[in-house]
């Protein structure tokens, strides 16, 4: 499990460099490369608790590889798609990684119990999907001629945004409330 985690933070660099150059095909290995890391978030947790390969370490690793992956995803659409994709959003995104890396330092000091809440496993997967429709958009509207109003993508991206806020919120709640049964 570890070996996929560590793939993702490997593959967003990949993704980056693919969707940046103006060749068709080289966008398509993009988001085959975004699917390809998209599985491995998924296959990780679950090959680590099946066969019994949970870690501290892991349990460190798969959220980094997850906020490596998926910021440099929403930094790479909004490199393509700078009129769609703001940096207020990326801020808003970061700002919710760095805030919640933060508090499980913290809760990890004060021996507070902080998991992966349900909250953000759904933000992570709210996250792909919008993603991966961003990416269709994006290369059926410039390399293949659909009439798509982009202005979609901005209405699009609202969705992970807030849901990533309402994650980082989740996660004050958690710890406040950790905090104060301790």
């Known amino acids: 499990?570890?070996?996929?985690?560590?793939s993702r933070i490997f593959l967003a660099p990949v993704f980056f460099v693919l969707l940046t150059r103006d060749v068709v095909l080289y966008v398509w290995c993009s988001i085959f490369i975004f699917f390809l890391a998209s599985l491995t978030d998924a296959?990780?947790?679950?090959i680590a608790r099946k066969y019994k390969l949970e870690s501290k370490f892991g349990r460190h690793?798969?959220?980094?590889?997850?906020?490596?992956?998926i910021i440099t995803s929403f930094f790479s659409l909004m490199y393509v798609m700078p009129d769609y994709v703001k940096s207020w959003m990326l801020f808003v995104v970061i700002s919710r990684?760095?805030?919640?890396?933060?508090?499980r330092k913290i809760s990890e000091y004060k021996n507070l119990d902080f998991k992966t809440n349900y909250f953000a496993k759904r933000k992570t997967l709210v996250q792909i999907i919008t993603?991966?429709?961003?990416?269709?958009?994006?290369?059926l509207?410039?390399?293949?001629?659909?009439q798509i109003d982009l202005n979609i993508v901005?209405?699009?991206m609202i969705i992970p945004v807030f849901v990533t806020f309402l994650s980082g919120l989740s996660y004050w709640k958690q710890y406040t409330r950790l905090s104060y049964e301790k």
Do not use: C, M, Q
Not at 43 to 46: E, I, L, S
Not at 97 to 103: A, G, M, Q, Y
């Open 154 to 156: 901005y209405y699009l």
């Open 1 to 6: 499990p570890n070996i996929l985690s560590v």
């Open 131 to 139: 993603i991966h429709i961003i990416l269709l958009i994006y290369i």
């Open 61 to 69: 690793l798969d959220p980094i590889a997850d906020k490596v992956f």
């Open 141 to 146: 509207e410039k390399y293949y001629s659909f």
């Open 43 to 46: 296959f990780d947790g679950y």
């Open 97 to 103: 990684d760095v805030f919640v890396t933060r508090l």
